[in-house]
């Protein structure tokens, strides 16, 4: 069989298990942000030739988030996660977002969202918050660095500025609102001892009540742009996809590697998901 011909048998299988769904659970990681036009922070190498001040330091993604920082120099902290928000901010998430979301929407159970993205991609794509889960936590969420019983709270009243030239943000940086402590973003970062993790755990709780009481029918789980180096999406996804006996279809152009009888679709997820559409194509009226 010809590349091509598996390629259109997946999408095939893919579209049909799709229409053939009673709900969807959409798995994404980096990948579904780096068709938006995100960064992939991940990547060390390319970390560095888009943010050359990190490379004089001798600073890659994973010693900057790092809550120490917060601590021990806050303007490169704020530097870092500032520029993020900001970034995160002006994008607009990219069209594979709105198909989902469509999807989801012509389904008898509807859907939920499992991401690993902190951007919070989904809810500006018209997601409803009570309809994902993020599970390392978000930008647009933040806590208190004194720890000192606020709620977490909402970054939307901050903006940051940060020098490019040195990535360091030039302060007023952002302050709990009950005590006026430095605050930092609601994300999990590397050796975090201090996340506050109930704003995950509820939503967490949400999609578990979803899988339990929702599905009975067929359930589809749709995975973009989840690799192997931060497993949580796949092995999730997988996972889920075992225990309620759904039909994964996942979705990477780099580690396509799928369970035996499973769907893999080895292309970008913005291409796949308009591939995708445009089979599904009139499938019930909006
Ligand atoms: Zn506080």
Redesign the pocket.
């Known amino acids: 069989m010809s590349h091509d011909q598996s390629m259109e048998d997946a999408l095939e299988r893919a579209a049909l298990a799709i229409r053939s769904a009673e709900a969807i659970l959409i798995g994404a990681g980096a990948g579904m942000g780096v068709d938006s036009g995100l960064p992939d922070f991940r990547g060390g190498g390319g970390f560095w030739k888009a943010y050359p001040p990190y490379a004089k330091l001798g600073l890659d993604f994973v010693s900057l988030a790092n809550p120490r920082w917060f601590a021990s120099d806050p303007e490169l902290a704020w530097g870092f996660y500032g520029h993020r928000l900001m970034l995160y901010r002006e994008t607009d998430p990219h069209e594979g977002f709105t198909i989902l979301h469509r999807w989801m929407s012509r389904l008898a159970h509807g859907g939920f969202v499992y991401t690993s993205n902190v951007d919070g991609h989904f809810q500006k794509a018209g997601f409803s918050p009570e309809q994902v889960y993020e599970v390392h936590g978000s930008i647009g969420a933040m806590q208190?660095?004194?720890?000192?019983?606020?709620e977490i709270f909402s970054a939307d009243p901050f903006s940051l500025n940060v020098d490019h030239q040195t990535m360091r943000a030039i302060p007023p940086l952002p302050k709990?609102?009950?005590?006026?402590?430095m605050?930092r973003p609601n994300i999990l970062m590397f050796g975090d001892w201090g996340w506050d993790s109930s704003r995950s755990d509820t939503q967490q709780r949400s999609l578990k009540a979803w899988l339990v009481s929702k599905v009975g029918g067929p359930l589809v789980i749709v995975e973009c742009g989840a690799g192997t180096a931060i497993p949580s999406v796949r092995l999730t996804c997988q996972d889920i996809a075992q225990r309620y006996d759904g039909t994964l279809i996942r979705i990477n152009p780099r580690e396509p590697e799928v369970p035996e009888g499973q769907i893999s679709l080895p292309m970008r997820a913005s291409d796949a998901l308009r591939a995708l559409d445009e089979r599904i194509g009139s499938w019930m009226p909006d």
């Open positions: 208190c660095l004194s720890e000192c019983g606020v709990c609102p009950n005590c006026g402590a605050a």
